[in-house]
């Protein structure tokens, strides 16, 4: 089917643990773009890509990695994981100024 | 530094009346506005968007949005408001500095509450 996906679509995991959000377009959009979601804050960007192998710091990116090896995938990995990432995160790819969102993933960090 | 403002974190309207969400933003240039919608346990959906020309903006869902540069402010309105209308509304305005153009830089939400 076409769109964006990420799994997993729920996660628990433990402090220091290293977690890996994916993330999946089929639109073949050059741009992806990580956000989180806590209350209060809005959505922040954490990394986003321009392309393929070009990935730049967002608003927000300490304890977060990310790569694109490939158009459509844009992983995001929580190096050691803490209590503080406790959040919604939102894929999203876009083409000219519009964004297109993600179901997000819920991450817990016990 | 570029900033959206969404003043109310709530607003409570009566099915049938028209609704208003405002937006203010801070931006040097011309800005590219946006307004997105998040339903619960959903990723947000793109409702219309401000970047050149008529200053009232049509959008998905019987939306508009009125461009007002002098009070920079992208206000979001329906004349008539649904029970399904009810949801998070995100602000949003083109980053258009260094490294970072073409990011959004999103306001806080304002969370929708429409009742019959």
């Known amino acids: 089917d076409a769109g964006i996906t990420q799994s997993p679509r729920y996660k628990i995991t433990e402090t220091g643990r290293q977690v890996t959000l994916m993330c999946h377009q089929t639109w073949s959009h050059s741009y992806m773009f990580w956000y989180r979601q806590d209350l209060g804050h809005g959505l922040r960007l954490i990394y986003y890509?321009?392309?393929?192998?070009?990935?730049d710091k967002g608003e927000v990116p300490d304890g977060y990695v990310v790569s694109r090896s490939k158009t459509e995938n844009f992983p995001l990995t929580l190096e050691s994981a803490t209590r503080s990432q406790t959040s919604v995160y939102f894929c999203a790819s876009g083409v000219g100024e519009t964004q297109y969102f993600g179901p997000g993933t819920r991450l817990l960090v016990l | 530094a570029q900033s959206v403002a969404q003043p109310e974190d709530q607003v409570n309207v009566a099915e049938g009346n028209p609704l208003t969400v405002k937006c203010t933003y801070s931006?040097?240039?011309?800005?590219?506005l946006f307004w997105y919608v998040q339903y619960p346990n959903r990723g947000l959906q793109f409702l219309l968007k401000y970047i050149t020309g008529d200053n009232l903006v049509k959008g998905s869902y019987g939306f508009e949005a009125e461009f007002n540069k002098s009070q920079t402010s992208f206000h979001l309105k329906k004349p008539s408001a649904l029970v399904s209308d009810s949801a998070l509304y995100f602000c949003a305005v083109r980053a258009n500095y260094g490294g970072s153009q073409g990011n959004l830089i999103f306001g806080k939400g304002t969370k929708l509450s429409v009742k019959p």
């Open positions: 890509s321009a392309a393929a192998d070009i990935t």
């Open positions: 931006v040097s240039g011309n800005p590219y």
